[in-house]
């Protein structure tokens, strides 16, 4: 099953930066519309930041002015960017993506990578 590369994680203190990222090296369509998402222990997965199909970018209040999402100069890649970390940025981090809107396009997503900032 075709699926998305994270990389980047790790472990930071607080303050710390890490830059994520994410590649799609067996997807042969253009991923329009990419976003970050992250699971931390016993919560619900949510969104983080995003980049729409029309070329939107939006972040989640708790990480505003904090983490920046832009998209890589290699086909179907970009990165997240992300600053000032804080322990409760603690997270499994998934990139996912799509090629068109559903239910016309495929939804992919990576295996995720882990995010652990220490106070």
């Known amino acids: 099953q075709v699926q998305l590369e994270e990389s980047g994680g790790g472990l930071v203190q607080a303050g710390g930066s890490l830059r994520l990222s994410c590649a799609a090296p067996?997807?042969?369509?253009?991923?329009?519309?990419m976003s970050w998402h992250r699971q931390a222990p016993g919560k619900q997965r949510e969104l983080v930041a995003a980049?729409?199909?029309?070329?939107?970018?939006n972040y989640a209040d708790s990480v505003k002015g904090r983490f920046t999402i832009s998209r890589g100069d290699a086909k179907n890649t970009n990165y997240l960017q992300m600053n000032s970390l804080k322990p409760e940025d603690t997270a499994v981090y998934y990139c996912?993506?799509?090629?068109?809107?559903?239910?016309?396009?495929?939804?992919?997503w990576g295996k995720g990578t882990q995010v652990t900032v220490s106070s």
């Open positions: 980049i729409t199909f029309g070329g939107d970018i």
């Open positions: 996912n993506a799509q090629n068109e809107p559903a239910p016309f396009g495929m939804n992919y």
């Open positions: 067996g997807i042969i369509f253009s991923l329009k519309a």
